[in-house]
């Protein structure tokens, strides 16, 4: 799983702690976690652009990765066919909530994550 997510925050330990706390309830499924970028966003005063890749254990399913994807939005976007992108935005029309000071994040799904977690139903995702 590929993350790339913008956050509201003044610094990068700011950006990171934001971060934390979005994967905090998947934390125990997680294998490996690498910080691939962590800058200051140019479009935006008070926001960084964070990129982490993350192996999850076998043991995070369909169930675990719809209320993980419920925790972070109540909104997401798909993209690919199968469906290897998501996306949910503070900005995008249908999106009543976003976990507390994430801006927009995309996540990228391995051809095992896909087969893995999707396909799922679920009214948070949408084309």
Known sequence: MYIRMFTYSKNEYE???IFKNMIVDIQYYIKLLKYE????????????LIEVTIELSEEFN?????????SI????IMF???IDNILASKTTIGCNYMKFDIE???IYLSKEEISEI???NSNIFNK
């Not at 970028?37 to 960084?48: A, P, R, T, W």
């Not at 369909?62 to 419920?70: G, L, N, R, S, T």
């Not at 939005?73 to 997401?76: E, H, T």
Request: no cysteine; hydrophobic share 35%; charged share 30%.
């Open 118 to 120: 999707f396909p799922f």
């Open 15 to 17: 950006a990171k702690n």
């Open 37 to 48: 970028k962590i800058e200051k966003y140019y479009k935006f005063d008070n926001s960084f």
């Open 104 to 106: 927009m994040i995309n």
């Open 62 to 70: 369909q169930k675990k990765a719809e209320d993980f994807f419920k």
């Open 73 to 76: 939005s109540d909104f997401w």
């Open 80 to 82: 690919g066919q199968p």
